[in-house]
């Protein structure tokens, strides 16, 4: 291996480490001199650091790079060395935002699945009663969905410098950022836990800090429904990126959750739950051929699934989404304005606004799917 070689090994080496954000603690002239010794150069060195020639000018550009990272870290006083993860673009691509189905080509939020650390729900009087949702994962994946839209009717503008949005938005924490996140609903005054059945609204009237609203969180291998003491913990779950540093950000970007998959919910357009008995019955509403596309496209999703939303009858990948979405649209349904993937039946003994309706819903790591309400 000739010189150049060796110290361009070590350079890349070094930056990999570096933006993989593993811990280094620096030594600059230790480093270069290392470098130095490794190439096997056998001719005599300058200043006992680098030989002369070519090579002097990789070292002079590996100790420029060492101490730039050096000095950074010590302006932040943080040792060992981090990237940070503010400036940083993480892996994943990012996906603008979407309401209804993914552009073609964009790539699911991966892993498929994940574990629910807590998620909320509410409308909340700090962001004027608009009523907001999010889920955050154990893998660092925070999701969540805004309607923009308070009680009054004013819409939010909720990103700062970016677009304002109802789709569905993943952003990724770091490990602390995901244990912030969760001591900070704990500190809230958590009490009367209580373990959440299949039959359970996670949301209620009267909790302070929301017009209405609900808290699930993770309690050893169990998800619990837990109320809090302090109003200011909706806004702060609702808003993390007011309060959380820095280091707890992954990846804070406003990109889109692309899902793995999509729910086929149906729904009778009142406030009464639908049952299993009920949801089968609007489902055969569809005709024979609709019927038959959709149990050809199902996959199979993981036991208890549809506890999270009963509406719900089958899952189906994103692909066939867009072919069964395409085939509603050609049907006798009609689409519901300002909703995309919704279409009324037409039931003739009902009136129009309670005509039960079948939809496409995103569906989360968990398995929950994220509704167009509120």
């Not at 790539?107 to 729900?121: K, N, R, Y």
Request: proline share 9%.
């Amino acid at each position: 291996m000739n010189e150049r070689t060796a110290i361009e090994l070590r350079v890349a080496a070094l930056i990999r480490a570096y933006a993989d954000r593993a811990p280094t603690d620096v030594d600059p002239m230790a480093m270069a001199r290392r470098a130095a010794g490794g190439s096997g150069h056998t001719t005599p060195a300058w200043f006992g650091v680098m030989p002369p020639g070519r090579g002097l000018v990789f070292a002079l550009v590996l100790i420029a790079l060492l101490v730039s990272i050096l000095s950074g870290a010590l302006i932040s006083g943080a040792l060992p060395l981090h990237r940070d993860p503010v400036q940083i673009l993480a892996d994943r691509a990012f996906v603008e935002p979407f309401v209804g189905l993914p552009p073609e080509g964009a790539t699911p939020s991966t892993p498929e699945t994940g574990e629910l650390v807590l998620s909320f729900g509410g409308r909340v009087h700090s962001l004027g009663l608009d009523f907001h949702r999010m889920w955050l994962y154990a893998d660092g994946r925070l999701i969540w969905k805004s309607n923009l839209e308070g009680a009054t009717g004013v819409r939010k503008l909720r990103f700062g410098e970016s677009e304002p949005t109802t789709g569905v938005i993943e952003q990724h924490l770091t490990p602390e950022g995901v244990e912030l996140l969760r001591s900070a609903a704990i500190a809230a005054g958590l009490h009367d836990r209580q373990p959440l059945g299949p039959a359970d609204d996670p949301t209620d009237w009267g909790r302070p800090g929301v017009l209405w609203g609900g808290l699930v969180m993770r309690d050893g291998g169990r998800l619990v429904q837990a109320e809090w003491s302090d109003p200011a913990l909706p806004g702060r779950l609702a808003v993390p990126a007011s309060w959380l540093p820095a280091s707890a950000w992954e990846d804070r970007r406003i990109s889109a959750y692309v899902p793995s998959r999509y729910a086929v919910c149906v729904d009778n357009a009142t406030d009464r739950p639908v049952s299993e008995r009920e949801r089968a019955r609007i489902f055969d509403l569809l005709t024979r051929p609709m019927k038959e596309l959709i149990r050809s496209r199902a996959i199979e999703p993981k036991p208890g699934w549809n506890d999270h939303d009963p509406r719900c009858t089958h899952q189906v990948s994103t692909d066939d989404a867009r072919v069964i979405a395409a085939t509603l649209e050609d049907s006798r349904l009609r689409r519901e304005p300002g909703t995309p993937l919704r279409y009324r039946f037409a039931v003739d003994e009902l009136p129009a606004d309670r005509q039960p309706f079948i939809e496409l819903l995103s569906v989360l790591p968990d398995g929950g799917v994220v509704c167009d309400c509120g």
